[in-house]
């Protein structure tokens, strides 16, 4: 089954455990310093972009301290993760680190 990015956003709309490992595929993807330092370097259509790096490293670094997403902190990581459909749905077709 292809994965599309509208089909990528209806799964980020829906199931919490989709938007939360996708937020973690993202972030697999920023360099080492970028994860460090909560911001992205790199103009490369990769990882987050300038304005979401900052926060969503900071849901990343929570989420892989065991914790989940609830209230506010959800649906704005919701709101934001959404304009990676199309990364994470050539991350699914790929097969690496599946978030399905």
């Known amino acids: ?3 599309t990015a509208d ?3 209806q799964m980020l709309e829906t199931n919490q455990t989709w ?3 996708g937020v973690l595929a993202i972030y697999a993807r920023q360099t080492w310093d970028e994860q460090e330092a909560h911001s992205t370097h790199l103009n ?3 990882g987050f972009n300038a304005a979401d790096a ?3 490293s900071y849901i990343a ?3 892989l301290s065991g914790k989940k997403l609830s209230g506010s902190h959800l649906e704005n990581t919701r709101r934001r993760m959404l304009k990676y459909a199309g990364q994470l749905a050539r991350i699914a077709n790929a097969k690496e680190d599946c978030i399905s």
């Open 1 to 3: 089954m292809e994965w």
């Open 7 to 9: 089909r990528v956003r």
């Open 19 to 21: 938007l939360e490992r």
């Open 44 to 46: 490369n259509g990769v």
């Open 54 to 56: 900052s926060y969503l």
């Open 61 to 63: 670094t929570w989420l």
